[in-house]
């Protein structure tokens, strides 16, 4: 690029941010001319928000928050509260600045012990908090306030048991591999087996792909992965949001095709909306012909929109050998949520205590972890508390970090703990429970003097689902597993006051160990491949297949966790009345409005957010704080300098300041990745924070080029 074609760049960079400009402005004047008509709507007597949120584009928690005399009387009715013991009022943290006083929740609690040294019982084994991306999947909206065990008799028998004929048991059949084929949907590469083909696509739509591929192959695919050229974008400039667009795409008609309906055990049917990794579900209207058209994005958490169709096939097959050194009947299925869990199937135990399976827990349960565990951190801390100008910035991110908390897991049937329970303990008892599998209903209070990071998650309402308190003298009541309280009690800084109300306690198990230890090896081995190989295409391939490693058990922990259910349905405009009242509208056209609406809990043989739970929070502690056996030193945000920390995201810490923490390639270990020498402006948003990511791991990779 020359000089002049540089200043024409950015002359046409200030027309499109004047266009922007103007565009957010008339947006801005449409929200509050459509505010403001539901305000005036609102006052018709008869008005109700499940019949204006369709005409608005809205959900009905955003048609009561601009109305709220439209919210439902359940809602605007307060529970009784009980009798409170104390009436000290205290602050609570709602950002950089303490809110304003209100009453605590004092309900009677039990006092945590300083936890000073671990049980005698557990000190052979690896500490709870020593070794992750949504993860990383995004965390749902809460309330500021979380559910709790109910008193009396539906909060005993009824909750602490396990759900009656449901368990995970050791399937009696060998799964079946689907002919696959590989897309570059840009360029029309098409790789199926040792061959190389050609498509003319012209517009890439799902029913030109499918009818291509059935003619190309006429032996018949089952799936069909996009490498590159992400066919679902191609109209995203004509829809407000990327997953309007997907939808779209997904939705199109497709001459001699349908919409999957399931069959056999593969009870999957119909399309998954996803604004990057979509799943496209079709079945042929002539016979039984089933396809799935998918994104390999979903296997690897790095860019391979430019690799060979090729390379991403030999990455696959290699995953596939190296997964059968463990399981000799290994298929690699659809999604690596799909292959890690139907692994883990093989690996429960044909003997001993659950050589019947793993039951599962009962509804109520696991209604209460979904709505009280969280996942990986996520958390951007910006000015005053860090400078307005860093003197850098460093990441450094954990090496497949979930694979370091699969060593111990949550097993038998669950027990409730209360605070008079608790209290009852010896501090060797106490010890030992917070030392264990448990999931502790607490009251927290950061201490006087504490100038760090916050320690343990907090609800917080809106889009934010957790935030991390850290003034002085705030308290809060809040769900955390063992790992977090353990670190808030024994932090090298200052403990933390903790109090328990209540918990769920079981016994320790390793339900996850054998499946973990075998992809820890193939991780291993393929990384190992991806270094030393001497084809730099099969450098390529070892290094995708070991990220799909990482994908397997990061996403079949994930799958563990069963979310509600997500029905997503469509209404024509002219009916839009019977759009569900408990659905939320995603989108909207001339026609057509789509809108989707939980359903609850499937009776999944397979469901144990237990363990989901216990990995979580053992990777948000070991984010704040973990020891390095071999090196005999502890690594983790608090143990950098107090307004060093920049961000967390999920298994990376992003600081000021380098750290000489040792790295042995081995889970859990903190890796180098990425550094920008100051002054740097410090990140206000997500999108700035992963700029300048970008921008330190390039200056990294340079660096060591040309060292």
Same mark, same amino acid.
Request: proline share 9%.
């Given at each position: 690029?020359?000089?002049?074609?540089? &200043?024409?760049?950015?002359?046409?960079?200030?027309?499109?941010?004047?266009?922007?400009?103007r565009a957010k402005a008339a947006l801005a004047k449409l929200e509050a001319e459509r505010d403001k008509h539901i305000t005036a709507v609102a006052a018709y007597a008869k008005a109700k928000a499940e019949r204006i949120g369709p005409a608005a584009g809205l959900s009905l928690a955003e048609v009561v928050a601009i109305a709220p005399t439209l919210a439902p009387e359940s809602l605007t009715t307060s529970p009784k509260q009980p009798?409170?013991?104390?009436?000290t009022p205290h602050t609570s943290d709602t950002g950089p600045a303490p809110a304003a006083p209100e009453p605590a929740d004092e309900t009677p609690g039990a006092p945590a012990p300083a936890m000073t040294s671990r049980p005698q019982q557990a000190a052979a084994a690896p500490t709870p908090h020593e070794p992750a991306t949504p993860a990383a999947l995004p965390l749902p909206t809460r309330a500021s306030v979380l559910p709790s065990v109910p008193e009396g008799p539906q909060g005993g028998d009824t909750w602490f048991t396990h759900t009656a004929n449901l368990a995970s048991t050791r399937p009696n059949f060998t799964q079946q591999a689907r002919s696959t084929v590989f897309l570059d949907a840009a360029s029309g590469t098409l790789v199926y087996r040792d061959r190389t083909l050609r498509l003319e696509l012209t517009t890439?739509?799902?029913?030109?792909?499918?009818?291509?591929?059935?003619?190309?192959?006429?032996?018949?695919?089952?799936?069909?992965?996009?490498?590159?050229?992400?066919?679902?974008?191609?109209?995203?400039?004509?829809?407000?949001?990327?997953?309007?667009?997907?939808?779209?795409?997904? &939705?199109?008609?497709?001459?001699?095709?349908?919409?999957?309906?399931?069959?056999?055990?593969?009870?999957?049917?119909?399309?998954?909306?996803?604004?990057?990794?979509?799943?496209?579900?079709?079945?042929?209207?002539?016979?039984?012909?089933?396809?799935?058209?998918?994104?390999?994005?979903?296997?690897?958490?790095?860019?391979?929109?430019?690799? +060979?169709?090729?390379?991403?096939?030999?990455?696959?097959?290699?995953?596939?050998?190296?997964?059968?050194?463990?399981?000799?009947?290994?298929?690699?299925?659809?999604?690596?949520?799909?292959?890690?869990?139907?692994?883990?199937?093989?690996?429960?135990?044909?003997?001993?205590?659950?050589?019947?399976?793993?039951?599962?827990?009962?509804?109520?349960?696991?209604?209460?972890?979904?709505?009280?565990?969280?996942?990986?951190?996520?958390?951007?801390?910006?000015?005053?508390?860090?400078? +307005?100008?860093?003197?850098?910035?460093?990441?450094?991110?954990?090496?497949?970090?979930?694979?370091?908390?699969?060593?111990?897991?949550?097993?038998?049937?669950?027990?409730?703990?209360?605070?008079?329970?608790?209290?009852?303990?010896?501090?060797?008892?106490?010890?030992?429970?917070?030392?264990?599998?448990?999931?502790?209903?607490?009251?927290?209070?950061?201490?006087?003097?504490?100038?760090?990071?916050?320690?343990?998650?907090?609800?917080?309402?809106?889009?934010?689902?957790?935030?991390?308190?850290?003034?002085?003298?705030?308290?809060?009541?809040?769900?955390?597993?063992?790992?977090?309280?353990?670190?808030?009690?024994?932090?090298?800084?200052?403990?933390?006051?903790?109090?328990?109300?209540?918990?769920?306690?079981?016994? %320790?198990?390793?339900?996850? +160990? +054998?499946?973990?230890?075998?992809?820890?090896?193939?991780?291993?081995?393929?990384?190992?491949?991806?270094?030393?190989?001497?084809?730099?295409?099969?450098?390529?391939?070892?290094?995708?297949?070991?990220?799909?490693?990482?994908?397997?058990?990061?996403?079949?922990?994930?799958?563990?966790?069963?979310?509600?259910?997500?029905?997503?349905?469509?209404?024509?405009?002219?009916?839009?009345?019977?759009?569900?009242?408990?659905?939320?509208?995603?989108?909207?056209?001339?026609?057509?409005?789509?809108?989707?609406?939980?359903?609850?809990?499937?009776?999944?043989?397979?469901?144990?957010?237990?363990?989901?739970?216990?990995?979580?929070?053992?990777?948000?502690?070991?984010?704040?704080?973990?020891?390095?056996?071999? %090196?005999?030193?502890?690594?983790?945000?608090?143990?950098?300098?107090?307004?060093?920390?920049?961000?967390?995201?999920?298994?990376?810490?992003?600081?000021?300041?380098?750290?000489?923490?040792?790295?042995?390639?081995?889970?859990?270990?903190?890796?180098?990745?990425?550094?920008?020498?100051?002054?740097?402006?410090?990140?206000?948003?997500?999108?700035?924070?992963?700029?300048?990511?970008?921008?330190?791991?390039?200056?990294?990779?340079?660096?060591?080029?040309?060292?």
């Amino acid at each position: 690029m020359d000089a002049k074609t540089y &200043n024409a760049a950015l002359s046409e960079l200030r027309t499109l941010r004047d266009e922007i400009k103007r565009a957010k402005a008339a947006l801005a004047k449409l929200e509050a001319e459509r505010d403001k008509h539901i305000t005036a709507v609102a006052a018709y007597a008869k008005a109700k928000a499940e019949r204006i949120g369709p005409a608005a584009g809205l959900s009905l928690a955003e048609v009561v928050a601009i109305a709220p005399t439209l919210a439902p009387e359940s809602l605007t009715t307060s529970p009784k509260q009980p009798e409170p013991a104390t009436t000290t009022p205290h602050t609570s943290d709602t950002g950089p600045a303490p809110a304003a006083p209100e009453p605590a929740d004092e309900t009677p609690g039990a006092p945590a012990p300083a936890m000073t040294s671990r049980p005698q019982q557990a000190a052979a084994a690896p500490t709870p908090h020593e070794p992750a991306t949504p993860a990383a999947l995004p965390l749902p909206t809460r309330a500021s306030v979380l559910p709790s065990v109910p008193e009396g008799p539906q909060g005993g028998d009824t909750w602490f048991t396990h759900t009656a004929n449901l368990a995970s048991t050791r399937p009696n059949f060998t799964q079946q591999a689907r002919s696959t084929v590989f897309l570059d949907a840009a360029s029309g590469t098409l790789v199926y087996r040792d061959r190389t083909l050609r498509l003319e696509l012209t517009t890439a739509s799902a029913g030109e792909i499918l009818t291509a591929v059935s003619h190309t192959i006429p032996e018949g695919v089952e799936r069909i992965y996009i490498t590159a050229g992400d066919p679902w974008h191609r109209q995203a400039d004509h829809y407000p949001y990327l997953k309007d667009a997907v939808a779209a795409w997904l &939705n199109a008609p497709t001459p001699g095709w349908r919409t999957d309906t399931g069959r056999g055990r593969d009870r999957l049917a119909g399309h998954f909306v996803h604004p990057r990794n979509p799943v496209g579900r079709y079945q042929h209207e002539g016979g039984e012909h089933h396809v799935e058209i998918r994104s390999v994005g979903e296997w690897f958490d790095v860019d391979v929109d430019g690799a +060979d169709p090729t390379v991403v096939r030999d990455a696959f097959v290699l995953l596939w050998k190296t997964l059968r050194s463990h399981w000799p009947d290994a298929v690699i299925m659809g999604s690596p949520s799909q292959t890690g869990r139907d692994l883990w199937t093989r690996t429960i135990p044909t003997r001993g205590q659950f050589a019947d399976g793993y039951p599962v827990l009962s509804e109520e349960l696991r209604g209460l972890l979904h709505a009280t565990a969280g996942q990986g951190r996520t958390e951007l801390l910006t000015p005053p508390d860090v400078p +307005d100008q860093l003197p850098g910035l460093f990441e450094y991110d954990r090496t497949f970090a979930y694979a370091k908390h699969t060593w111990k897991s949550a097993v038998g049937t669950p027990r409730r703990i209360t605070a008079a329970t608790f209290a009852s303990w010896s501090e060797k008892e106490q010890t030992k429970a917070l030392f264990g599998c448990g999931h502790w209903h607490v009251r927290v209070t950061v201490p006087s003097g504490w100038n760090h990071v916050g320690i343990l998650p907090a609800p917080a309402p809106g889009d934010r689902a957790w935030h991390y308190p850290k003034t002085p003298g705030t308290t809060f009541t809040t769900w955390a597993g063992g790992p977090e309280i353990y670190t808030a009690l024994t932090n090298r800084l200052t403990p933390w006051k903790i109090e328990i109300l209540d918990g769920i306690l079981w016994d %320790d198990g390793k339900p996850l +160990d +054998d499946w973990s230890k075998k992809l820890k090896d193939c991780w291993a081995r393929l990384t190992a491949q991806a270094t030393i190989h001497g084809h730099e295409s099969q450098r390529t391939a070892a290094h995708l297949a070991s990220r799909a490693v990482r994908a397997i058990l990061l996403y079949g922990i994930g799958s563990f966790a069963q979310r509600p259910r997500i029905v997503t349905g469509t209404t024509p405009r002219t009916l839009e009345r019977d759009v569900p009242a408990d659905a939320e509208i995603i989108g909207f056209d001339d026609q057509t409005i789509t809108w989707q609406r939980p359903t609850g809990f499937a009776r999944d043989p397979h469901a144990h957010p237990e363990w989901a739970a216990g990995i979580w929070s053992a990777a948000r502690a070991a984010l704040l704080s973990q020891r390095m056996r071999e %090196d005999d030193t502890y690594v983790g945000a608090l143990h950098t300098p107090p307004g060093t920390v920049i961000a967390f995201r999920t298994d990376a810490l992003y600081l000021t300041t380098p750290q000489n923490w040792p790295y042995h390639g081995q889970p859990g270990d903190y890796l180098h990745k990425g550094h920008l020498t100051g002054p740097i402006p410090a990140p206000t948003t997500e999108e700035d924070l992963l700029a300048l990511r970008d921008a330190g791991r390039t200056a990294l990779a340079q660096t060591s080029s040309e060292a």
